[in-house]
């Protein structure tokens, strides 16, 4: 099992703006919404057509989003691969 030392609760990233910021400039949808907590992006799931989460984390690296879904506290580490409840 893999820990990560990536994802620290106590300085949680959230996104003020509830939408995808690529799908928004090709006009696209999504179905969920994942915040990276490196640079505080929204960008969506791997249940989107885009899957923007995934992209940006291979584009930048940054390792840890968090689902930024109404409700849902939890958080995923792409490089670890570990999924963490908060
Ligand atoms: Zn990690
Ligand atoms: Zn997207
Ligand atoms: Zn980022």
């Known amino acids: 099992m893999n820990n990560c030392d990536h994802f620290n609760v ?10 995808c910021q690529e799908c928004v400039k090709t006009g ?3 179905v969920h919404l ?4 490196t640079c505080g992006g929204t960008h969506c799931c791997n249940s989107s ?3 923007h ?3 940006h ?3 930048t690296g940054h ?11 939890w958080a ?3 490089e670890d691969e570990v999924f963490i409840r908060y």
């Open 10 to 19: 106590a300085d949680l990233k959230t996104d003020s703006e509830y939408v």
């Open 28 to 30: 696209d949808t999504w």
């Open 34 to 37: 994942r915040t990276c907590q």
């Open 49 to 51: 057509k885009n899957k």
């Open 53 to 55: 989460a995934t992209k």
């Open 57 to 59: 984390f291979l584009a």
């Open 63 to 73: 390792p840890v989003v968090i689902s930024a879904e109404p409700g849902e506290r």
């Open 76 to 78: 995923w580490c792409y």
